[in-house]
């Protein structure tokens, strides 16, 4: 695609560009925000402000049109997520540095029409990363963010191997001075990786995110001059025994033309890990089922499980509703299927108000379509009841008594506070994990669970399946996302906390499948074990083979305080997992399996899944007794 690039002149924002060539897209134009005139400088949340005197070189030296915006706004809404979750909400924040940005991008936008794509050099922060994506998803832009969630130590590296010169323009870390600026990435790669083992206890970073010093990009293998610094200044800001903070004023500085470069060299991250890479191993040798007998089973109305109508229930702060669908009055009444969209959520929305919520407390909701065919259609209608952070989801097609075409499960939680949910939902395309392909938030932490969508074996940086199609490849995968995204969340959180699944769902369309990953996931999985579920659907997004979904507790449990009577203190907890077989005189079975941690509050959490087998006297009371 036809992209732009968000230039702060950094290493960061001109490596990106180099992974924005590798993978086939076209920069047509650069923008860049900055202080007003007479300021060097700017205290800004947003944006690196430092260097912009030579903004305009780096642009002649890529050969693009700059696009410039004077930084009006300050850091008003400064907390993990950015404009409303509700979809009436307000969606910009009037006074705030973000929306210098949307200024900027619509402007760029107006003279490049056919630009789709935003390069962003973010690496970790998520404050960067939350405020870009809203504006591009207001713009319909696509943020390429191919270092976020990188290992920085391997990044470095890899800058210097694609022989990029970027120097330290600005310090301000613990053991950085005056006498290090002007420095390149390969001169300062000693020093940086002595600073960060000795700083351990800081939090420092090699490539300088926690804003140790920042940089300014020389040279580039895009780049079609070599920018030459012909007289610098060093202005201290402050020198004390804690930091120096002090940059390079930049007093004159030319191009320099440089001969065509027809290829150029980039370490690419591969596509999995390598304990990923064993578990696609294990797939692929796993022995396919040469005999499976399955009965033929044609689903008409009758013989579809019965549903009550969409009732909730709550227990502590957690609500639960389900079989969310389209009133059937009369079969023969047609709705579009926008229409059965929205009478579903008018119908969730009524169901969330008896417990006085609203659809943003949702945490989780899965969908069940009749054809994978309406997948398209209807993301258009469910997106338009959410704002910024919408719950975690998995969409799948299942067999729904005629004329249903949609059927929601819904869970919420009941905050205190806005902090008391958090969300995760990046929307850039990286190496990382996939960017969201539909309205919903990669996780969601409320109340110590962590709710992960439904995830495919999707290739990140492309968004598109294996080729060709590969079991193993997509189950692998579609397990590396999950951990993924458990990872950022665990390093981004300000509790500390190890996270255990309670609960694991294998979505698939094909039995034969289900067997060999179910064999393989069973041999590898760790204590605590985790109560998992294998299902077989007729389609899944994007005709993938598997999806999986999990459930995961932090481990922090409340715990009575043994010095305060009154306190309530936050333990860390392993869950204790059990397995139960009841056979019944007439043949029925039941299977339960439980995942739960000790705590002393009524909200201790566990997980279970129930199974019944047969259909004599005793399984139809025990259906009669468990909650659908």
Known sequence: MKYLALLSGGKDSCFNLLHCAKNDHELVAAASLGPGAGKEELDSYLYQTVGQDVIELVARALEVPLYRRVITGTAVEQGSEY?????????????????????????????????LGVSVGAILSNYQRV?????????????????????????????????????????????????????????MHPTLLKLVGQNKQYGAHICGEGGEYESLTLDCP???????????????????????????????????????????????????????????????QSMPPTAIKIKKWEPTHSNVLKISPAGGRQVGSWVSISNIERAIQDPSVSLTIEEEVGECFKLLETRLDEFGLEVSNCTNINVFLSDIDLFARVNAVYATF?????????????????????????????EKSPQDRQALHVQGLSYWAPANIGPYSQAIIAGERIFISGQIGLIPAQLSLPSPRSLAMETALANQ??????????????????????LALYWLTDISDLIRVKSVISASSK??????????????????????????????????????????????????????????????????????????????????????????????????????
Request: proline share 5%; net charge negative.
């Open 83 to 115: 404009g409303s979750r509700d979809s009436k909400g307000v969606t910009a924040v009037e006074g705030d540095e973000t929306e210098d940005l949307l200024a900027l991008l619509s402007e760029v936008k107006a003279h490049h029409p056919d630009v």
């Open 131 to 187: 405020r870009v994506e809203h504006v591009c998803r207001r713009l319909g832009l696509t943020p390429l963010c191919y270092l976020w969630n990188r290992d920085q130590g391997e990044l470095f590296k890899e800058m210097i191997n694609a022989e990029m010169e970027a120097i330290l323009i600005k310090v301000a870390g613990i053991g950085l001075t005056t006498k290090h600026l002007g420095k390149t990435l390969s001169e």
């Open 222 to 284: 895009l780049f079609k001059h070599r920018i030459i610094l012909s007289e610098v200044e060093t202005v201290i800001h402050s020198d004390n025994s804690f930091a120096t903070v002090a940059f390079l004023r930049i007093k004159k500085a030319r191009l320099e033309a440089k001969p065509p470069l027809q290829d150029f060299k980039l370490d690419i991250p591969g596509i999995l890990d390598d304990d990923y890479a064993a578990l696609n191993d294990a797939v692929k």
């Open 386 to 414: 959410f704002g910024s952070s919408p719950p975690a989801r998995a969409c799948v097609a299942v067999d729904l008594p005629h004329p249903v075409r949609v059927r929601l499960d819904c869970t919420a939680f009941v």
């Open 481 to 502: 996302h999950v951990s993924r995204v458990v990872d950022v969340l665990r390093n981004t959180s300000s509790q500390e906390w190890t996270g255990h699944a309670q």
């Open 527 to 628: 204590a605590p074990q985790t109560p998992t579920l294998y299902l077989v659907v007729k389609d899944l997004p994007k005709n993938a083979l598997v999806e999986k979904q999990v459930l995961i507790h932090t481990g922090r449990c409340a715990m009575l305080d043994e010095d305060d009577p009154d306190g309530i203190i936050m333990q860390s907890r392993t869950p204790i997992h059990e397995q139960h077989n009841v056979n019944f005189s007439d043949g029925s079975v039941l299977y339960r399996e439980i995942s739960y941690c000790y705590g002393d509050s009524e909200e201790s959490p566990g997980c279970a899944i129930i199974c019944l087998k047969g259909g004599g006297t005793s399984a139809d009371l025990l259906k009669s007794n468990i909650a659908i």
